[in-house]
């Protein structure tokens, strides 16, 4: 027998949060809802696993294809368990220009990993824009945003990670 997905808490949290969710949307556009939902999942879960996208696509009326798919195209949501930290570093125009890619390279060497590697402590990514061009290069661990990176500044982030 599988163990439950979530503990009676979350599953309270849960239930109130889509109820909540649902009462924004028209019955007959509740898939509308798909974004907030993962959002409130990988909350709780800290990722979307299968039941998880599985029970969403039941309360919102809609196939756990179409779950899957809106899950795996945005790069905010996982469908693996990621590691404890998930380090997004931005190599788009802007961040490139302002040294990222060297950036990045020195987190892959500090870290002793390489991006897109999930490890159990650290998940590094490169990824697109995070909406700071003016105060590139950035970054987000988890989903702290951090700004006009030097290799110094990325030392003492890199510090407070236990």
Not at 8 to 21: M, S, T, V
Not at 26 to 49: E, F, G, V
Not at 77 to 86: A, C, I, L, R
Not at 156 to 162: D, G, I, K
Request: aromatic share 6%; with cysteine.
């Amino acid at each position: 027998m599988s163990e439950p997905l979530f503990t009676p808490a979350e599953q309270k949290r849960f239930d109130d949060g889509i109820a909540q969710l649902l009462s924004h949307y028209p019955n007959d556009r509740k898939s509308a809802a798909m974004l907030p939902a993962l959002r409130l999942l990988q909350s709780i879960k800290t990722w979307c696993p299968p039941e998880g996208m599985k029970l969403v696509a039941e309360r919102l009326e809609t196939t756990v294809a179409h779950c899957y798919e809106v899950a795996t195209f945005y790069v905010m949501f996982h469908t693996e368990k990621p590691g404890k930290y998930v380090i997004d570093v931005c190599t788009n125009l802007s961040c490139a220009l302002r040294g990222a890619e060297g950036m990045l390279k020195y987190l892959e060497q500090k870290l002793n990993t390489h991006a897109g590697t999930n490890g159990e402590k650290v998940f590094l990514r490169e990824t697109e824009c995070l909406a700071s061009c003016g105060t590139a290069p950035c970054m987000q661990i988890n989903e702290d945003h951090h700004e006009n990176l030097t290799k110094e500044k990325v030392d003492r982030l890199l510090e407070t990670l236990t």
